[in-house]
Nanobody, 122 residues
């Protein structure tokens, strides 16, 4: 399984970014996929997950601002991020799990991308 993220960058507060994750060697029907982020000095945290049946989940910190989606034909996972704040500044990672159900546990996700940096300035 290979996951490659793209789409990160620098944006001002209130702006938007769209992250993409190209997956090879993995089919979305296999298990849960998710987006996680890690800011300097902080633990990695989940920001969005999507089950094979399309059900999504978000923590309260991003709910209503972030949207996870997938394109099975292109084998890509995406994260639309709106109304960004400086607190959203972090390295963002795409991850894949063989578990059908999504949990926020990092150990559920056996495959990770290299990450893409998102920086939000005030």
């Amino acid at each position: 399984v290979q996951l490659v993220e793209s789409g990160g960058g620098s944006v001002q507060a209130g702006g938007s970014l769209r992250l993409s994750c190209a997956a090879s060697g993995y089919t979305f029907s296999r298990g849960c996929m998710g987006w996680f982020r890690q800011a300097p000095g902080k633990e990695r945290e989940g920001v969005a997950t999507i089950r094979p049946d399309g059900a999504t989940s978000y923590p309260d910190s991003v709910k209503g601002r972030f949207t996870i989606s997938r394109d099975s034909a292109k084998n890509t996972l995406e994260l639309q991020m709106n109304s960004l704040t400086p607190d959203d500044t972090a390295m963002y990672y795409c991850a894949a799990s063989v578990r059908w159900l999504c949990r926020w546990s990092l150990s559920d996700f056996g495959a990770w991308g290299q990450g893409t940096q998102v920086t939000v300035s005030s």
